[in-house]
Each structure stands twice: as C-alpha cells, then as structure tokens.
C-alpha cells in the first residue's frame, strides 16, 4: 500500500448501503468520492454519496444499466450521471482533468489517473476518495487536514481560484464548518488577490453561497474574516456596516439557522440587495418584512399580539417566529419574546370570519363599497383584539349598513 492509501478501521455505513454498494460493484475501479468521504471521516452524516469511475461515460451508462439501475444523464457534458437503485440517487461522475477553464467553468477530458482528477478539485478535504475495500487514497493530505482543522487549497491557492472564482466564496463555507483553526495563510493571501474575480460570477451563484455560509451553525467567524479581507464588502455592497454582532446575539440564543434571518440581522434593510441578488418573490417578500415590520415589544399583552398576528396575517408563520427572534438580538442576548414565540405555534392564527359574500347575503351592494365595508369590519375585529366572532361582526355589518340608509 502506497503513502497516499491507508485502509480505514470499519467501512462507513453510507460505503455499504445497497445503492453505494450496487453502483461501485457495477463499475470496476470506482469509488466513492468529495463530501460523503470528506463528513464520514469527520464523524458527521452523510448525505449525498457522489462516485467516481476511471470509466468514460459511455461504459458507465452501460454497465449501469446491466446492473439494473436507472440512469438519468444529468451532467452528461461534464462526465457526470445519477444512477437510481432502489429510489436512492447516487451521481456517479467520469475521470476528469482541465482541459482549458475561465474563472467559472471547465472544458474537460476524460482520464483514467484518480491522482489527475483529484488535482483539480478545490480543497484537500474534498479530494480523498474511498473504495468499496475500505482503502482511503488521499494524494494531499485531506485527513491530516481534516483532523487539524485546516481547509487548504489542492496545489496552488492562486491557479485554484483562477479556474473557478466560486471556490472563494466556498472556502469561507468550508473554514466554516470544519475550520478550528487560524486560517490558511496562503489561501487568505490568493484569496485576497482574486477578490476582483467575483465579477465574473452570476449573482444567483454569489447568492447561493451567501445563504450556505449564513446556515452553518457558527457563521461569526467567517463573517468577520470575509469582512477583514475585503470579501464582504465586495459581495454585499448594500451594508455599510454588517452588523455582525447582531448575528452573534441570533447564534448565542438558540435562533434558526435561517438565511435570511441572519442576513436581516447583518443588516439586510439595505436597499436594492434583493432586486440584485434577484431573490424568489419568496424571500423578497420574507426579507422586506423582517426589514420593515414593527415587532411587538416583549411585554405586548395576548390582544395586541393577536393583532399583530392579524395585521401580518399573509406572512408566514416561520417569518414572524424569525421576526421576533430578530428583535430580541437587536435588544440584547436574552430570549426576552420566548413566549409570543410559543404562541404563534400553540395558537391558531387569528382569521377574520367574514368574507364579502356573508355581506352581500345581508342585503349590501356589490361594488367598490363592499370592499370599503369590509375593511372597515375587519378594522373593528382587530381593534376588539381578534374575539369578534361571526355573528358578532355580522351584527356591526348591519349597524353600519343602517347607519348608511
């Protein structure tokens, strides 16, 4: 056995669940490869399992197919697949090295070398593969690495970078989530260097990556290091100032791991980010709410929340929870709303009970005044709190509909 292969005590569970197993037995020479090697040595779940073959793409089809999985050609241009066993997706992907790159994308060819293939992939971490015997090959130290803390660029930082600017914004994810120690000063130094290369990546690819920094458990680090070098600013130029203390206070109580949370909390109320990043209608409309809504304060009693509640009763439940999270970091480090926030899941959310066809049934006339009448019945629910019940506002229906003739 070579210094680049040492053989792992136990196989891990994901190397030997029926559709790892059936795909690296029908494809000779294949093994198991990035993210499910790299969280399986760390001790953390596996979730998606990605295979690599000295095989060109055309015998992996095939001998997929002999195998009796199904295969669907999801990549096909970059050598990759997903071959289906038993309705688990595994992606099994072609031998590759670098033909010519541009900063974002490769050409590629196909090749039978494992050591040539994972040179081209971004940290040592990411480049050990595992086969189905159990041997581990790792050509640039990725387990050291990964013990130790350190994520470290495979090769030169400077030529990663140059073949694919993405990689600067998915080391901070990885110093994130694996990182224990000070950074690599290498990779700070490239990086720095290469900050000007984000230009050339798409905003929803920048977005991406923003919201999976902003969902590791502890982001406060790498948001302070990204604001240190410069990358902050570069990709977030609409906050001034990221208050990146106020994500520390959402980290320190317990909130959810929520992008746009934490992004609200940075300091998300800057104008133009959402048209720019081109958010979802979604998180358009999620991340203006938590930039503008007035937040009950802790002390609110039951009827003024309930009409909160109603005021906002077309945001998400998730999105007022993250709301009045996001007002207790601004006010401190203490879960001071705990309890609205149990409410809004113990509670049913109050529902006006009328609709324009119960006034129409009592005698109003259709047209622009109903709709007039109806938000003024509506205005009388919520300031009685939300307790008006059917017949209760029916009954105001007619008073003012009187009052009208």
């Excluded at 994901?14 to 294949?30: N, Q, R």
């Excluded at 690599?184 to 999976?212: C, N, T, Y």
Aim: with cysteine.
């Amino acid at each position: 056995m070579s210094s680049t292969e040492q053989r792992l005590a136990s196989l891990p569970d994901f190397l030997t669940a029926p559709a790892t197993a059936k795909v690296l037995a029908a494809l000779p020479g294949s093994r198991a490869v990035g993210g499910a090697v790299r969280d399986a040595l760390a001790g953390l779940p596996v979730a998606d399992v990605d295979v690599a073959a000295p095989l060109p793409p055309e015998d992996i089809i095939a001998r997929l197919i002999a195998a009796g999985c199904k295969v669907f050609e999801t990549g096909l241009a970059h050598g990759t697949v997903t071959a289906v066993w038993e309705h688990q997706p595994i992606e099994v992907t072609a031998l590759r090295r670098d033909v010519l790159t541009d900063g974002r994308h490769a050409e590629v060819a196909w090749t039978t070398d494992w050591r040539e293939d994972a040179a081209r992939r971004d940290f040592t971490i990411n480049a050990m593969s595992l086969g189905a015997d159990g041997v581990l090959h790792d050509y640039f130290g990725g387990r050291d690495d990964l013990a130790r803390g350190l994520v470290r660029f495979v090769g030169d930082p400077a030529t990663r970078l140059a073949e694919d600017y993405l990689r600067l914004l998915r080391f901070f994810r990885f110093h994130a989530r694996y990182g224990t120690g000070a950074p690599d000063a290498a990779a700070l130094r490239a990086i720095r260097a290469a900050i000007p290369g984000l230009g050339r990546l798409s905003v929803e690819r920048i977005w991406m990556e923003i919201k999976r920094i902003l969902m590791v458990a502890e982001p406060v680090p790498a948001l302070r290091l990204m604001e240190e070098l410069g990358v902050l600013p570069a990709i977030l130029p609409e906050i001034a100032a990221p208050d990146i203390a106020c994500v520390a206070r959402l980290v320190a109580l317990g909130a959810p791991k929520e992008p746009l949370l934490r992004l609200a909390g940075l300091g998300g109320a800057a104008p133009g980010l959402a048209a720019r990043l081109k958010f979802s209608m979604a998180e358009t409309r999620a991340l203006r709410f938590l930039q503008e809504a007035e937040t009950p304060d802790a002390a609110v009693d039951a009827a003024e929340f309930r009409r909160w509640r109603a005021r906002h009763a077309a945001v998400a439940v998730e999105t007022q929870e993250a709301a009045l999270w996001l007002a207790d970091a601004r006010d401190g480090a203490a879960p001071l709303r705990a309890a609205l926030r149990a409410t809004l899941h113990a509670e049913a959310a109050p529902v006006f009970p009328l609709q324009g066809r119960d006034l129409l049934a009592a005698g109003a006339s259709p047209g622009p005044a109903l709709g007039a009448l109806l938000a003024r019945l509506e205005a009388f629910w919520i300031a009685g709190g939300c307790m008006a019940d059917h017949t209760a506002c029916l009954a105001e229906a007619k008073r003012l509909m009187a009052r009208q003739t």
